[in-house]
């Protein structure tokens, strides 16, 4: 079956310190991989997606995610947190029909 | 280029009352998506138009949700009777028809009492 688990529900980082979120996915064809952002009381915005080809991909506001197969995983990274990025991070698979699986979000707190 | 619209933004209403949501998808966004998020969740897909035809309604709880997208545009998602448990964030989504990337709009957050 589909599924995607972020294992970390929250992480807390210092601004101006690296970060690394975890996404592990299950998948029976060749997935599409996505992570999106969540502001509070907004929409998902789209932050970097994975189609085919290099595994490492970059995304808007420096964040990059890298494809691992041999791992079923999609991290996300970024080398500096800025106090904006504060927000609840959605990893999700797709594939065929477009249909897409979500993970349960990752809440990111930047502490000065 | 316009996002997606959704109204209202915001809405509170008693249990067993009816509710309905309105979405504007992207201009040329063949595929249309409505999502329901409950706090602490990720998005869960309820329907999945493509034009104006249903390509997947698998987790649509049919026996209260109901959703209809007339001429391949804007869409409604409609609950009658609400039950508290219904209280979540509905997200619209909209793609490119053949286009993996789904584009969503602010969402409407229900509140059932």
């Known amino acids: 079956a589909q599924s995607v688990t972020q294992p970390d529900i929250h992480i807390t980082v210092s601004e101006g310190a690296s970060l690394e979120l975890r996404c592990n996915y299950s998948?029976?064809?060749?997935?599409?991989l996505f992570w999106y952002v969540q502001s509070p009381g907004q929409g998902l915005q789209l932050l970097l997606k994975?189609?085919?080809?290099?595994?490492l991909v970059q995304g808007i506001k420096g964040f990059e995610a890298e494809f691992k197969r041999s791992q079923s995983s999609f991290n996300l990274r970024k080398p500096s947190v800025h106090w904006s990025d504060a927000a609840e991070y959605f990893c999700?698979?797709?594939?065929?029909?477009?249909?897409?699986?979500f993970g349960t979000g990752t809440s990111l707190t930047v502490i000065p | 280029e316009a996002g997606v619209a959704q109204s209202p933004r915001y809405k509170i209403i008693e249990k067993r009352q009816s509710v309905a949501f309105w979405c504007n998808p992207i201009?040329?966004?063949?595929?249309l998506y409505w999502y329901q998020q409950i706090l602490g969740q990720g998005p869960k897909l309820l329907i999945q138009?493509?034009?104006?035809?249903?390509?997947?309604d698998s987790q649509l709880p049919k026996d209260r949700f109901s959703a209809e997208r007339l001429k391949g545009v804007d869409s409604t998602l409609k609950i009658q009777p609400a039950k508290l448990e219904d209280s979540a964030v509905y997200l619209c989504?909209?793609?490119?028809?053949?286009?993996?990337?789904?584009?969503f709009g602010p969402g409407t957050r229900l509140t059932v009492t």
């Open positions: 989504a909209s793609s490119l028809q053949g286009v993996y990337e789904q584009y």
């Open positions: 201009s040329g966004h063949a595929t």
């Open positions: 994975y189609f085919s080809g290099d595994t």
């Open positions: 999700a698979v797709g594939g065929d029909g477009n249909q897409f699986y």
């Open positions: 138009f493509q034009n104006n035809g249903v390509v997947d």
């Open positions: 998948y029976g064809a060749t997935p599409y």
